[in-house]
């Protein structure tokens, strides 16, 4: 449980880095509340957000370098 928190945290992190620094890298994010599971117990793992925090950080990471030299 303690993993998942900790993956929790840094997608939290990341996120909010992302909104606040890079708006326009934000939006493209599919961050909505209509994507948020109706069902009581969606299943989602430590490998599916561990695999989401990636996928941030690849996006971050490549919004970077794109646009660094610009």
């Known amino acids: 449980m303690k993993h998942l928190h ?3 945290r840094e997608i939290s992190e990341i996120t909010t880095n ?5 708006p326009e890298l934000y939006r493209t994010l599919d961050e909505n509340p ?7 117990h ?4 430590k490998m599916a957000m561990q695999e ?3 996928s941030l ?6 919004h970077l370098a ?4 610009k």
């Open 66 to 69: 794109t646009y660094k030299n």
């Open 42 to 45: 969606p299943q989602v793992d």
């Open 34 to 40: 209509m994507t948020i599971a109706t069902s009581n």
């Open 6 to 8: 900790n993956q929790l």
């Open 52 to 54: 989401y925090l990636e």
């Open 57 to 62: 950080k690849q996006l971050l990471e490549h």
């Open 18 to 22: 992302i909104e606040t620094n890079y």
